[in-house]
């Protein structure tokens, strides 16, 4: 049997103060895969993440990254991952060169000069190599976060939210990179706020929401579940009738919003409310965005 890049088994984080930011939390990554790991602020993606990085200690559950157990082998694990974290944290005061020496160090790599020259081209970082980190750019930096996180060559990547706050380019860049890493056989998990990019790179993801996995499936399957158009209206003097109960998203007061799945719903729903007597006000027909989408999705279990 093959490892797979990351087994999680019934992981739970309670943190000082009892706040639960895992409730039991389940899923495999197979080699190679390229997963997202999606969810609202506070859903305990970089919990999860720093559990895995060895940074913050899980409550209970199980976790390993390519068989090496986090418990038992914490060595291997390690060595086994690169995690690109959220939050930017450099030591101001030494160069990129040395930042990335003393991270090889930390892996007991001594002679790593090689590798990180060649992470520092790839990285576009070549005529930064020698400058202090604290007069870098927040770009700059997020690519020496990334550096760091690589310089011992790990097979199973993590990069948690790489893209948020950076401008078009630098997404582009990365996506490239990052997309570049996963055809030479990485194993990548990102966690995102942007659907579009979970769609355009991610073969499969998970939602989580509130310390649970919401959703874990193939990115087309889930999407496909929320292409769909919204009606919205008011019937301000009326009760929906029953029949198009099924459609409901939401309901507030006298304001609905119904779910059009196919072409001829609209006629349908506009033809049960005519011969019900009831005259819909403020009528508006909407594509659902993947916002939408992820909003409802999240929304249906809060
Ligand atoms: N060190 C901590 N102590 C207490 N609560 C924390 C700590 N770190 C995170 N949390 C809480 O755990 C929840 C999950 O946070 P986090 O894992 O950062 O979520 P995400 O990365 O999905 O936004 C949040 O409600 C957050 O406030
Ligand atoms: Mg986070």
């Given at each position: 049997m093959t490892n797979a890049a990351i087994h999680i088994q019934d992981l739970k984080k309670t943190y000082d103060g009892g706040y639960e930011a895992l409730k039991g939390v389940g899923f495999n990554v197979a080699e190679g895969e390229f997963f997202g790991l999606l969810g609202p602020n506070g859903a305990g993606k970089t919990t999860l993440i720093s559990i895995l990085s060895g940074l913050c200690r899980k409550t209970s559950g199980t976790v390993r990254i390519l068989g090496a157990?986090?418990?038992?082998?914490r060595r291997s694990a390690s060595m086994n991952l690169g995690v690109v974290p959220q939050e930017i944290v450099?030591?101001?005061?030494?160069t990129v060169r040395q930042t990335l020496e003393y991270q090889s160090g930390y892996y007991?790599?001594?002679?790593n000069k090689a590798w990180i020259e060649e992470l520092v081209e790839r990285l576009g970082l070549s005529d930064k190599?020698?400058?202090?980190?604290?007069?870098?750019s927040g770009g700059m930096r997020r690519r020496v976060l990334i550096a760091q996180a690589l310089v011992h060559k790990p097979p199973v990547i993590i990069l948690d939210?790489?893209?948020?706050?950076?401008?078009v380019e630098l997404r582009r860049q990365l996506w490239d990179f990052i997309g570049g890493l996963h055809r030479q056989g990485h194993t990548i998990i990102l966690t995102t706020h942007y659907l579009e990019e979970a769609q355009a790179l991610c073969s499969r993801v998970g939602v989580m929401h509130r310390g649970r996995l919401l959703a874990l499936d193939h990115t087309d399957r889930l999407l496909s579940r929320f292409e769909h158009n919204t009606m919205a209206f008011r019937l301000p003097n009326g009760v929906l009738p029953?029949?198009?109960?099924?459609?409901?998203?939401h309901q507030q007061g006298h304001q609905y919003t119904l779910r059009l799945t196919e072409t001829g719903d609209l006629e349908t729903l506009l033809t049960v409310l005519r011969t019900s007597g009831l005259t819909p006000e403020n009528l508006t027909v909407k594509r659902a965005s993947l916002e939408d989408a992820f909003v409802q999705l999240v929304g249906d279990k809060a």
């Open positions: 157990d986090i418990d038992t082998d450099c030591d101001p005061f030494l007991g790599l001594t002679d190599i020698d400058a202090m980190t604290r007069g870098l939210e790489p893209t948020a706050g950076v401008d029953e029949a198009l109960a099924p459609y409901v998203l």
